[in-house]
Protein backbone atom coordinates (compact mmCIF):
# COMPACT_ATOMS: atom_id res chain seq x y z
CA UNK A 1 0.00 0.00 0.00
CA UNK A 2 2.60 2.41 0.61
CA UNK A 3 4.53 1.75 -2.52
CA UNK A 4 1.50 2.27 -4.26
CA UNK A 5 0.59 5.58 -2.57
CA UNK A 6 4.84 6.00 -3.10
CA UNK A 7 3.62 6.10 -7.09
CA UNK A 8 0.86 8.29 -7.16
CA UNK A 9 2.84 11.09 -5.39
CA UNK A 10 5.73 10.92 -8.07
CA UNK A 11 2.95 10.87 -10.56
CA UNK A 12 1.68 13.75 -9.57
CA UNK A 13 4.93 15.57 -8.65
CA UNK A 14 5.32 14.67 -12.27
CA UNK A 15 2.20 16.45 -13.86
CA UNK A 16 2.21 19.56 -11.47
CA UNK A 17 4.14 21.36 -13.43
CA UNK A 18 1.99 20.66 -16.34
CA UNK A 19 -0.75 21.68 -14.43
CA UNK A 20 0.17 24.58 -13.51
CA UNK A 21 1.23 26.22 -16.36
CA UNK A 22 -2.44 25.21 -18.21
CA UNK A 23 -4.28 27.48 -15.62
CA UNK A 24 -2.09 30.15 -17.20
CA UNK A 25 -5.17 32.63 -18.63
CA UNK A 26 -2.93 34.25 -21.12
CA UNK A 27 0.54 34.94 -21.64
CA UNK A 28 2.14 38.59 -21.46
CA UNK A 29 5.47 40.08 -22.37
CA UNK A 30 7.03 42.94 -20.75
CA UNK A 31 9.87 44.60 -22.68
CA UNK A 32 11.90 46.59 -20.06
CA UNK A 33 14.84 48.66 -22.08
CA UNK A 34 16.98 50.48 -19.53
CA UNK A 35 17.59 53.44 -20.76
CA UNK A 36 19.19 57.06 -19.72
CA UNK A 37 16.17 58.40 -17.48
CA UNK A 38 14.80 55.11 -16.32
CA UNK A 39 17.28 51.99 -15.63
CA UNK A 40 17.15 51.88 -12.12
CA UNK A 41 13.11 51.30 -11.73
CA UNK A 42 13.86 47.52 -13.50
CA UNK A 43 15.06 46.42 -10.34
CA UNK A 44 12.22 46.97 -8.43
CA UNK A 45 9.67 45.98 -11.02
CA UNK A 46 10.72 42.76 -12.38
CA UNK A 47 10.24 40.70 -8.97
CA UNK A 48 6.81 42.51 -8.72
CA UNK A 49 5.31 42.15 -12.14
CA UNK A 50 6.66 38.18 -11.15
CA UNK A 51 4.90 37.97 -8.19
CA UNK A 52 1.45 39.70 -10.37
CA UNK A 53 2.22 36.84 -12.98
CA UNK A 54 1.84 34.24 -10.49
CA UNK A 55 -1.02 36.12 -8.05
CA UNK A 56 -3.43 36.15 -11.53
CA UNK A 57 -2.27 32.95 -12.93
CA UNK A 58 -0.04 34.96 -16.33
CA UNK A 59 2.50 33.41 -18.25
CA UNK A 60 4.61 36.15 -17.92
CA UNK A 61 8.41 36.99 -20.30
CA UNK A 62 10.53 39.63 -19.19
CA UNK A 63 12.99 40.83 -21.95
CA UNK A 64 15.83 43.32 -21.54
CA UNK A 65 16.05 44.18 -24.81
CA UNK A 66 13.75 44.13 -28.28
CA UNK A 67 15.50 40.64 -29.14
CA UNK A 68 11.28 39.35 -29.25
CA UNK A 69 10.32 41.67 -31.85
CA UNK A 70 12.10 39.70 -34.14
CA UNK A 71 9.86 36.46 -33.40
CA UNK A 72 6.49 35.16 -33.33
CA UNK A 73 4.25 37.63 -30.83
CA UNK A 74 1.21 35.91 -31.75
CA UNK A 75 1.05 33.98 -28.64
CA UNK A 76 0.94 36.96 -26.51
CA UNK A 77 -2.56 38.39 -25.18
CA UNK A 78 -0.71 41.93 -24.22
CA UNK A 79 2.27 43.39 -25.02
CA UNK A 80 3.79 46.08 -22.17
CA UNK A 81 5.98 48.53 -22.78
CA UNK A 82 7.62 49.38 -19.81
CA UNK A 83 9.42 52.71 -20.08
CA UNK A 84 10.25 51.18 -24.05
CA UNK A 85 9.44 54.06 -26.16
CA UNK A 86 8.78 52.90 -30.09
CA UNK A 87 12.34 54.39 -31.37
CA UNK A 88 13.60 51.29 -29.75
CA UNK A 89 12.25 48.97 -32.07
CA UNK A 90 14.14 48.76 -35.54
CA UNK A 91 12.16 48.34 -39.03
CA UNK A 92 11.75 45.27 -39.02
CA UNK A 93 10.58 44.66 -36.24
CA UNK A 94 7.89 47.68 -36.07
CA UNK A 95 6.35 46.13 -38.86
CA UNK A 96 5.95 42.96 -36.72
CA UNK A 97 4.81 44.47 -33.97
CA UNK A 98 1.93 46.36 -36.49
CA UNK A 99 1.07 42.97 -38.02
CA UNK A 100 0.50 41.49 -34.21
CA UNK A 101 -1.85 44.74 -33.26
CA UNK A 102 -3.64 44.50 -36.59
CA UNK A 103 -4.37 40.82 -35.19
CA UNK A 104 -6.04 41.46 -32.37
CA UNK A 105 -2.70 42.00 -30.13
CA UNK A 106 -2.83 43.98 -27.02
CA UNK A 107 -0.97 46.68 -25.64
CA UNK A 108 0.13 48.84 -22.55
CA UNK A 109 2.35 51.81 -22.90
CA UNK A 110 3.99 52.76 -19.29
CA UNK A 111 5.34 56.59 -18.99
CA UNK A 112 8.46 56.53 -20.98
CA UNK A 113 7.00 54.55 -23.73
CA UNK A 114 4.66 57.56 -24.60
CA UNK A 115 7.56 59.37 -25.62
CA UNK A 116 8.72 58.87 -29.36
CA UNK A 117 12.14 60.76 -30.64
CA UNK A 118 12.30 61.55 -32.80
CA UNK A 119 8.28 63.25 -33.41
CA UNK A 120 6.96 62.12 -36.39
CA UNK A 121 9.06 59.26 -37.79
CA UNK A 122 6.54 56.27 -36.82
CA UNK A 123 3.29 57.74 -37.26
CA UNK A 124 1.61 54.75 -36.45
CA UNK A 125 2.76 54.49 -33.26
CA UNK A 126 2.07 58.06 -32.43
CA UNK A 127 -1.50 57.22 -33.49
CA UNK A 128 -1.19 53.55 -31.25
CA UNK A 129 -0.40 55.75 -28.37
CA UNK A 130 -2.89 58.41 -29.31
CA UNK A 131 -1.38 61.66 -27.57
CA UNK A 132 2.22 63.12 -28.37
CA UNK A 133 4.46 64.30 -26.10
CA UNK A 134 5.18 67.96 -25.04
CA UNK A 135 7.33 68.30 -22.07
CA UNK A 136 7.44 67.99 -17.96
CA UNK A 137 7.67 69.57 -14.94
CA UNK A 138 9.75 68.17 -12.04
CA UNK A 139 8.82 65.49 -10.21
CA UNK A 140 5.66 66.73 -7.55
CA UNK A 141 3.21 65.48 -5.51
CA UNK A 142 -0.45 65.63 -6.83
CA UNK A 143 -4.00 64.82 -6.66
CA UNK A 144 -5.09 62.51 -9.65
CA UNK A 145 -8.84 62.11 -10.20
CA UNK A 146 -10.79 58.92 -10.95
CA UNK A 147 -12.52 59.83 -14.74
CA UNK A 148 -13.73 56.40 -15.76
CA UNK A 149 -14.71 54.25 -12.52
CA UNK A 150 -15.82 51.55 -15.09
CA UNK A 151 -12.29 50.51 -16.48
CA UNK A 152 -10.04 47.89 -14.92
CA UNK A 153 -7.27 50.13 -13.73
CA UNK A 154 -9.54 51.76 -11.59
CA UNK A 155 -11.06 49.31 -9.73
CA UNK A 156 -8.84 49.40 -7.00
CA UNK A 157 -7.86 53.34 -6.90
CA UNK A 158 -10.22 55.84 -4.82
CA UNK A 159 -11.93 58.48 -6.69
CA UNK A 160 -8.87 61.20 -5.66
CA UNK A 161 -5.31 60.04 -5.24
CA UNK A 162 -2.32 61.62 -4.04
CA UNK A 163 0.84 60.73 -6.00
CA UNK A 164 3.68 61.83 -6.78
CA UNK A 165 5.54 61.39 -10.56
CA UNK A 166 6.10 63.52 -13.75
CA UNK A 167 3.55 64.94 -14.96
CA UNK A 168 3.65 64.82 -18.50
CA UNK A 169 2.46 67.25 -20.88
CA UNK A 170 0.33 66.15 -24.11
CA UNK A 171 -0.25 68.10 -27.30
CA UNK A 172 -3.75 67.62 -28.81
CA UNK A 173 -5.03 63.78 -29.51
CA UNK A 174 -3.94 62.47 -32.99
CA UNK A 175 -6.21 59.79 -32.53
CA UNK A 176 -10.09 59.75 -32.30
CA UNK A 177 -11.86 58.09 -29.44
CA UNK A 178 -9.23 58.50 -26.36
CA UNK A 179 -11.26 57.47 -23.01
CA UNK A 180 -9.86 59.04 -20.36
CA UNK A 181 -9.35 56.68 -17.33
CA UNK A 182 -7.07 59.28 -15.06
CA UNK A 183 -6.42 63.00 -15.12
CA UNK A 184 -4.31 64.93 -12.71
CA UNK A 185 -5.13 68.25 -11.03
CA UNK A 186 -3.19 70.74 -12.08
CA UNK A 187 -3.97 72.74 -9.15
CA UNK A 188 -2.60 70.66 -7.18
CA UNK A 189 0.91 71.04 -8.37
CA UNK A 190 2.95 73.75 -10.08
CA UNK A 191 3.28 73.00 -13.55
CA UNK A 192 5.79 75.76 -14.53
CA UNK A 193 8.61 74.00 -11.70
CA UNK A 194 10.86 73.13 -14.63
CA UNK A 195 14.40 72.93 -15.12
CA UNK A 196 16.45 76.41 -16.25
CA UNK A 197 16.15 77.23 -19.97
CA UNK A 198 12.64 75.06 -19.97
CA UNK A 199 8.96 76.20 -19.79
CA UNK A 200 5.94 74.27 -19.32
CA UNK A 201 2.58 75.74 -18.63
CA UNK A 202 0.45 73.13 -18.45
CA UNK A 203 -2.69 71.53 -20.11
CA UNK A 204 -5.31 73.37 -17.79
CA UNK A 205 -8.32 71.68 -16.62
CA UNK A 206 -8.18 68.60 -18.49
CA UNK A 207 -4.96 67.03 -18.41
CA UNK A 208 -5.46 63.27 -18.97
CA UNK A 209 -2.39 60.95 -17.69
CA UNK A 210 -4.04 57.40 -18.38
CA UNK A 211 -6.42 56.22 -21.59
CA UNK A 212 -7.64 53.56 -23.66
CA UNK A 213 -8.55 53.03 -27.06
CA UNK A 214 -9.08 50.37 -29.59
CA UNK A 215 -6.59 50.78 -32.82
CA UNK A 216 -5.82 49.64 -35.71
CA UNK A 217 -7.66 45.87 -34.47
CA UNK A 218 -5.85 45.64 -31.51
CA UNK A 219 -6.47 47.24 -27.49
CA UNK A 220 -4.09 49.75 -26.12
CA UNK A 221 -4.13 50.44 -22.76
CA UNK A 222 -1.95 53.94 -21.96
CA UNK A 223 -0.37 55.46 -18.55
CA UNK A 224 1.83 58.50 -18.05
CA UNK A 225 2.77 56.84 -14.21
CA UNK A 226 5.57 54.95 -13.36
CA UNK A 227 8.73 57.45 -12.96
CA UNK A 228 10.60 56.97 -10.15
CA UNK A 229 11.31 53.18 -9.08
CA UNK A 230 9.72 53.83 -5.37
CA UNK A 231 6.45 53.36 -7.48
CA UNK A 232 6.40 49.88 -8.67
CA UNK A 233 6.28 48.80 -4.92
CA UNK A 234 3.30 50.34 -4.49
CA UNK A 235 0.24 48.48 -4.39
CA UNK A 236 -2.11 50.46 -5.81
CA UNK A 237 0.46 50.96 -8.71
CA UNK A 238 0.21 47.66 -9.33
CA UNK A 239 -3.20 47.07 -9.10
CA UNK A 240 -3.82 50.29 -12.08
CA UNK A 241 -1.24 48.42 -14.63
CA UNK A 242 -2.73 44.96 -14.24
CA UNK A 243 -6.19 46.47 -14.68
CA UNK A 244 -4.67 47.67 -17.59
CA UNK A 245 -2.75 44.55 -18.62
CA UNK A 246 -5.79 42.63 -18.17
CA UNK A 247 -8.21 44.43 -20.19
CA UNK A 248 -5.77 44.91 -23.05
CA UNK A 249 -5.40 40.80 -22.90
CA UNK A 250 -8.77 39.93 -22.52
CA UNK A 251 -11.43 42.96 -23.29
CA UNK A 252 -12.82 41.82 -20.45
CA UNK A 253 -14.27 44.23 -17.42
CA UNK A 254 -15.85 47.16 -19.19
CA UNK A 255 -19.06 47.66 -21.29
CA UNK A 256 -18.90 45.20 -24.09
CA UNK A 257 -21.10 48.14 -25.90
CA UNK A 258 -18.61 50.86 -24.68
Not at 22 to 32: E, G, S, Y
Not at 75 to 80: L, R
Amino acid sequence: MTRRLLTLLLCLATLLPCIARAQDQFKVLVVAIPNRYHHDYTVVAKPQFERMAQRHGVDLTWSWNSAPFDGDLSPYAAIVLLNTPGDELKAAQRANFETYVRKGGGVVAAHRALIFNPPGEWPWFERLIGRTFRIHPMVQTATVRVEDASFPATFGLPARWIWTDEWYEFNAPVTRGLRTVLSVDETTYDPTRIWPGQTAKGMGAHHPVAWYHRYDGGRVFVTALGHTPALYDDPLYLEHLYGGIWWAATGKGIDAAR
